[in-house]
T-cell receptor
Framework: DTAVSQTPKYLVTQMGNDKSIKCEQN?????MYWYKQDSKKFLKIMFSYNNKELIINETVPNRFSPKSPDKAHLNLHINSLELGDSAVYFC????????????FGPGTRLTVT | AQTVTQSQPEMSVQEAETVTLSCTYDTSESDYYLFWYKQPPSRQMILVIR??????QNATENRFSVNFQKAAKSFSLKISDSQLGDAAMYFCAYRSYNNNDMRFGAGTRLTVKP
């Protein structure tokens, strides 16, 4: 019954590795997002994606790339992980109609050592 | 670009009392949506309440209500009869009418004292 799910919930890896975080939503939403929450709890949008367009926050390094195999999934791939990538990453989804709130996944805590 | 400001990094309230969390935002748009999200220690982001800018009436959800002042660009959250389970980070968010862009404030950490 989980609306937005993410795997894994915790991820510990070494610098330089490549990793992926998976996100799935069963709400029938057509827009999905990735957010990064830093140690000070600040939430920053990284990507928003629907079947029409991908909008990238220009401050996101190109080591981060979203991949959407279908409308219900938006995975986050991270190449050449750096210490500063350590954070909690949230996936979210919403209907694209005006004003709809976003539903969040449980978050993935990424620790880069 | 729209910005959202939460000027209170931390707030505390006695159980059963009322607390108000403040939020201001900056925008040149006339139509938009505002939200309050709660993030308990479990980390899950939970929608608390939403407000459409075109509605003058303040939104209410049980013990949670907002004071929306459009001219002042202010959107405060009032929690009545505070409960221990209300302890969490609270984020104010702005969603543009024209796109999916949602901006979050820096959050306010609410502590509820028994």
């Amino acid at each position: 019954d989980t609306a937005v799910s993410q795997t894994p919930k915790y991820l510990v890896t070494q610098m330089g590795n490549d990793k992926s975080i998976k996100c799935e939503q069963n709400l029938g939403h057509d827009t999905m997002y990735w957010y990064k929450q830093d140690s000070k709890k600040f939430l920053k949008i990284m990507f928003s994606y629907n079947n029409k367009e991908l909008i990238i926050n220009e401050t996101v390094p190109n080591r981060f790339s979203p991949k959407s195999p279908d409308k219900a999934h938006l995975n986050l791939h991270i190449n050449s992980l750096e210490l500063g990538d350590s954070a909690v990453y949230f996936c979210a989804s919403s209907r694209s109609e005006v004003g709809y709130e976003q539903y969040f996944g449980p978050g993935t805590r990424l620790t880069v050592t | 670009a729209q910005t959202v400001t939460q000027s209170q990094p931390e707030m505390s309230v006695q159980e059963a009392e009322t607390v108000t969390l403040s939020c201001t935002y900056d925008t040149s748009e006339s139509d938009y949506y505002l939200f309050w999200y709660k993030q308990p220690p479990s980390r899950q982001m939970i929608l608390v309440i939403r407000q459409e800018a075109y509605k003058q009436q303040n939104a209410t959800e049980n013990r949670f209500s907002v004071n929306f002042q459009k001219a002042a660009k202010s959107f405060s959250l009032k929690i009545s009869d505070s409960q221990l389970g209300d302890a969490a980070m609270y984020f104010c968010a702005y969603r543009s009418y024209n796109n999916n862009d949602m901006r979050f404030g820096a959050g306010t950490r609410l502590t509820v004292k028994p």
